[in-house]
Structures are given as C-alpha cells and as structure tokens.
Nanobody, 122 residues
Framework: QVQLVESGGGLVQAGGSLRLSCAAS????????MGWFRQAPGKERDFVAA???????YYADSVKGRFTISRDNAKNTMYLQMNSLKPEDTAVYSC????????????????WGQGTQVTVSS
C-alpha cells in the first residue's frame, strides 16, 4: 500500500521558516515526479512546487525565491524548505507523487498525503 506522510507543519511568525517533509512508503518514487500543493480555507488547491523525475524544479510565482523543493531518493522523502513566510502562506500543505506531465496540476498526480497545517501569524 502506497502512503505519503507529511510532517513539519506548525505555527510560525511572519518572516520565519519551516521545513516540510513528505515520507513515501510502499514503493520508490525516485523515478517519479513529486509536488507540493496547498489549500487555504474556502479556496482551491494551489500548486506550490514540483520536482521532476530528472530533478528539474518548478515553483509557483508566489513562492519563488522563498521556498525550495528537494528530494532524498535514498530516504524516499521529499522536502519543502519555506523561508520568509508570510501570513498568506497559511494553508494545509499536501504532497503528491507520480505525475507524467503538467506538474502544476493536482489532477495529474496519482498519490496524495493527508496534509499538514502551516499557519503564519502576522
């Protein structure tokens, strides 16, 4: 059974940092694209960042220069380093795995984690 489990969310003040982790089990995702999405209350799920099977990185304009996506294939884990956090970054962050293309589209991913809450206070 494939599972993606996020961790690292929490409450942080504006300007602070958090590091999210997405640990995968049940299969190896080293040759698959993985991504991060977020959903704020009353809003649609938005693309945050993605990493292709070859390691190419993709970011939403709103997080470029502040967030960094990475993966450790040996640990079957993906990360999202979030710096200079803003109140508008507050959302539930979810990781996703296995998309063949259109990495910024949530509908392209086969597997999803349950999400972790990130709250940024002003």
């Amino acid at each position: 059974q494939v599972q993606l489990v996020e961790s690292g969310g929490g409450l942080v003040q504006a300007g602070g940092s958090l590091r999210l982790s997405c640990a995968a089990s049940g299969r190896t995702f080293s040759s698959a694209a993985m991504g991060w999405f977020r959903q704020a209350p009353g809003k649609e799920r938005d693309f945050v960042a993605a990493i292709s099977y070859s390691g190419r990185l993709y970011y939403a304009d709103s997080v470029k220069g502040r967030f960094t996506i990475s993966r450790d294939n040996a640990k079957n884990t993906m990360y999202l380093q979030m710096n200079s956090l803003k109140p508008e970054d507050t959302a539930v962050y979810s990781c996703a795995a296995e998309a063949s293309s259109n990495y910024n589209s949530p509908g392209r991913y086969r597997y999803w984690g349950q999400g972790t809450q990130v709250t940024v206070s002003s």
